[in-house]
């Protein structure tokens, strides 16, 4: 899906019932998904669209086959965009990318269940929506902690939060992949991963 400049980057699907089916991974030209975090993926439709547009080529296909009037085509699996697209050096705040910095856990007691966030200093208090003051929290931590200071709360932080890299939210998402990872998938994601010894 491309806005009205041609970037690739800004328009990840975000409605996951699109993608239950046959959605392709898009590699950048350099042959890395463009993004980690989300994954990213695009519905088979806007693949073929794509692959129609000559904007890319297609490296893998599923055994599914979708008709047109005319002819028949298999369903891509993985395409490569033809054009190198710049990866962005700033990871957008959102709700998503918060809970990956924080690795899907309460930044309170490490529970994995039932998150949202946390400002850890109050907007009643003073405190602002950033990086470096929302924390991923489950509900019951985020209900005990409430509009009180840390020191009045009597919590800890497990992690100080801060603004990440883009390098560590690559990391991340290497870390969290999607429900579902389709085997044609596999050698495109991980082969920049450094090999243990």
């Given at each position: 899906?491309?806005?009205?400049?041609?970037?690739?980057?800004?328009h990840?699907?975000?409605?996951?019932?699109?993608?239950?089916?046959h959605?392709?991974l898009?590699?950048?030209?350099?042959y890395?998904?463009?993004?980690?975090?989300?994954?990213?993926?695009w519905?088979?439709?806007?693949?073929?669209?794509?692959?129609?547009?000559?904007?890319?080529?297609?490296?893998?296909?599923y055994d599914?086959?979708?008709r047109s009037?005319?002819?028949?085509?298999?369903?891509?699996?993985?395409?490569?965009?033809?054009?190198?697209?710049r990866?962005?050096?700033?990871?957008?705040?959102?709700?998503?990318?918060?809970?990956?910095?924080?690795?899907?856990?309460c930044?309170?007691?490490?529970?994995?269940?039932d998150?949202?966030f946390?400002?850890?200093?109050?907007?009643s208090?003073?405190?602002?929506t950033s990086w470096?003051?929302?924390?991923?929290?489950?509900s019951?931590?985020?209900?005990?902690?409430?509009?009180?200071?840390?020191?009045?709360?009597?919590m800890?932080?497990?992690?100080?939060?801060?603004?990440?890299t883009?390098?560590?939210?690559?990391?991340?998402?290497?870390?969290f992949?999607?429900?579902?990872?389709?085997?044609?998938?596999?050698?495109f994601?991980y082969?920049?991963?450094e090999?243990e010894?």
């Amino acid at each position: 899906m491309l806005d009205d400049h041609g970037d690739f980057r800004t328009h990840f699907v975000r409605e996951p019932a699109s993608l239950r089916h046959h959605p392709a991974l898009v590699l950048n030209a350099d042959y890395r998904p463009l993004s980690y975090y989300p994954l990213s993926l695009w519905p088979w439709q806007e693949a073929i669209k794509a692959v129609f547009l000559d904007r890319v080529s297609i490296l893998a296909e599923y055994d599914e086959v979708v008709r047109s009037q005319r002819q028949a085509f298999r369903i891509p699996s993985v395409v490569v965009l033809k054009d190198y697209v710049r990866p962005r050096k700033r990871v957008a705040f959102t709700r998503f990318n918060l809970f990956l910095r924080d690795e899907f856990s309460c930044q309170y007691c490490g529970g994995k269940g039932d998150l949202t966030f946390d400002h850890v200093v109050p907007r009643s208090r003073g405190g602002i929506t950033s990086w470096e003051n929302v924390v991923a929290a489950c509900s019951p931590c985020n209900l005990k902690k409430a509009n009180k200071s840390l020191r009045h709360s009597g919590m800890s932080l497990r992690r100080q939060p801060r603004c990440p890299t883009s390098e560590e939210m690559h990391a991340h998402g290497r870390r969290f992949p999607p429900n579902h990872l389709h085997e044609s998938w596999m050698d495109f994601l991980y082969w920049d991963a450094e090999l243990e010894s």
